[in-house]
């Protein structure tokens, strides 16, 4: 019954390293978000993706790479980690048509800590 | 420059009182959304107003959009343990796709 599932809960790696996160969702959305909370708790969008196409690139490293599969997928690859990557990151999808468009719902979060 | 300001940035109180958090900006939203966040868990969709001077009811939750569409107000009566955690609210410029939240208020009723 899960709407937006994230993996993994908890991601610690050192600094340099590659790591993935993945999203998926089974509400029938047709966009799909990420974004980032930092230690204040300010959320701010990272990319969007619309029927597998980037709509929204916000000013993010490329170290940081979304990719979407299909309409229910949307993954996060980061390259060459940083302590400044801390965060939770959270994948959230909404409709962008109807009277429910942009109502976000968003999975549990990921939280990286790179040391 | 934050877009919107969310006041107050904390607010602890008792079991039983009321509160209002505000949500304010100079840009017009086409609609503005309200989220709560538990520790741990991510932002959960309260309410959604569209319609400048729009009043929205959600149990003992009362959600207001200006009448510019400018802020908004969200109004807890009564307020419970239950009720703790960081309330966030967002807006919608048009149909950008693109939701800007504010920073939230940290809400904490204690029993």
């Known amino acids: 019954d899960t709407a937006v599932s994230q993996t993994p809960k908890y991601l610690v790696t050192q600094m340099g390293n590659d790591k993935s996160i993945k999203c998926e969702q089974n509400?029938?959305?047709?966009?799909m978000y990420w974004y980032k909370q930092d230690s204040k708790k300010f959320l701010k969008i990272m990319f969007s993706?619309?029927?597998?196409?980037?709509?929204i690139n916000e000013t993010v490293p490329n170290r940081f790479s979304p990719k979407s599969p299909d309409k229910a997928h949307l993954n996060l690859h980061i390259n060459s980690l940083e302590l400044g990557d801390s965060a939770v990151y959270f994948c959230?999808?909404?409709?962008?048509?109807?009277?429910?468009?942009?109502?976000?719902?968003f999975g549990p979060g990921t939280r990286l800590t790179v040391t | 420059t934050q877009l919107l300001e969310q006041s107050p940035q904390f607010l602890s109180i008792q079991e039983g009182e009321n509160l209002t958090v505000y949500c304010n900006s100079s840009?017009?939203?086409?609609?503005l959304q309200w989220y709560r966040q538990e520790p741990g868990e991510g932002p959960v969709l309260l309410v959604t107003?569209?319609?400048?001077?729009e009043v929205k009811k959600l149990k003992r939750l009362t959600f207001q959009f200006g009448d510019a569409r400018k802020d908004s107000s969200l109004h807890i009566t009564a307020a419970q343990p239950g009720d703790t955690g960081l309330y966030l609210c967002?807006?919608?410029?048009?149909?950008?796709?693109?939701?800007?939240f504010g920073k939230g208020t940290l809400l904490t009723v204690n029993p």
């Open positions: 959230a999808s909404s409709h962008s048509f109807g009277q429910r468009a942009y109502e976000q719902y």
């Open positions: 509400l029938g959305h047709d966009t």
């Open positions: 993706y619309n029927n597998k196409e980037l709509i």
């Open positions: 840009s017009v939203f086409s609609s």
């Open positions: 107003v569209v319609t400048g001077g």
């Open positions: 967002a807006g919608l410029k048009g149909s950008n796709y693109k939701l800007t």
